[in-house]
């Protein structure tokens, strides 16, 4: 899509009626995990509303462009913005997180119209991602494939191997899009493994890499399709810097929300910051 044609005011509206499902989500399936799909929302609505082609009706279009969610931990994000898309009806999200529920906690494969992998053990997206270019160029297909990882996932072997693995292919029909909070379950990234410079790392490893605000929906609305209409033979790595839980105050950058729950306040406070 043109940058002149991105419609950000939909896409912030989208993002902010997403959040608000994604918490009352946590809340209700009493799923943890929240900050983690609060900070990959703007990536997510502005890839299924702005960068991607797919057709809501035809999930499982042979030629459909692909998002494969490797932080599945952050499942409700995904599930809150393919119902919003119109993959499946609002009222599914009712069952996040519920015994015998349609919606796991982590994605699982034909869970949902619209879930392309079981993901949730980390590092597993990016090859899976990887397979999935390589099996359109070698059928000849335009689809494109976008993969959301978080950046301690790259802590993950299996991450590099695919980052070695798709230049040798070429396979320029893959996007990762690395959500950069900084953050991972038991401190900061930084702290845990030495991550950064990213960018330069990727693109060490024979990626083209863009950094961007991951909170910017013109910018990831633009980067993305801008990867899809020129891309190559080299895969491209955005290094989007996001805020773990983005959207509400009292959440953001606070690890504690990594495994917290909101309860009854919590929650009303959340929805009057998050409230159109």
Request: hydrophobic share 40%.
């Amino acid at each position: 899509m043109p940058a002149t044609e991105i419609d950000t005011s939909l896409l912030e509206t989208t993002a902010r009626r997403v959040r608000r499902r994604v918490v009352t989500m946590s809340h209700v399936g009493r799923a943890p995990h929240l900050g983690s799909a609060l900070s990959c929302v703007d990536l997510l609505v502005s890839a299924y509303f702005a960068a991607m082609d797919i057709d809501p009706n035809r999930a499982d279009d042979p030629q459909r462009d692909r998002l494969i969610l490797s932080k599945g931990h952050a499942a409700a994000a995904l599930y809150a913005v393919l119902a919003e898309r119109g993959f499946f009806p609002d009222i599914w999200l009712d069952e996040y997180a519920v015994n015998g529920g349609r919606l796991p906690e982590q994605p699982a494969p034909g869970c949902a119209p619209g879930v392309e992998a079981a993901t949730g053990s980390l590092g597993h997206g990016l090859p899976i991602g990887a397979g999935m270019a390589l099996a359109g160029r070698i059928q000849k297909q335009d689809y494109h494939v976008f993969v959301v990882l978080s950046d301690g996932e790259c802590n993950e072997g299996s991450v590099w191997e695919a980052a070695m693995f798709a230049p040798a292919q070429q396979l320029g029909n893959l996007t990762a899009v690395i959500d950069d909070n900084q953050w991972q379950a038991t401190g900061r990234s930084a702290d845990i493994m030495a991550l950064q410079p990213l960018a330069d790392k990727w693109r060490a490893f024979g990626w083209r890499a863009v950094e961007i605000d991951g909170h910017d929906h013109h910018a990831i609305a633009s980067v993305m399709a801008e990867t899809k209409s020129t891309q190559g033979n080299e895969p491209t790595a955005i290094i989007a810097r996001t805020v773990k839980g983005k959207g509400v105050s009292f959440m953001e950058d606070d690890n504690n929300w990594h495994y917290r729950v909101p309860n009854e306040e919590e929650l009303n406070a959340a929805m009057k910051e998050l409230a159109a």
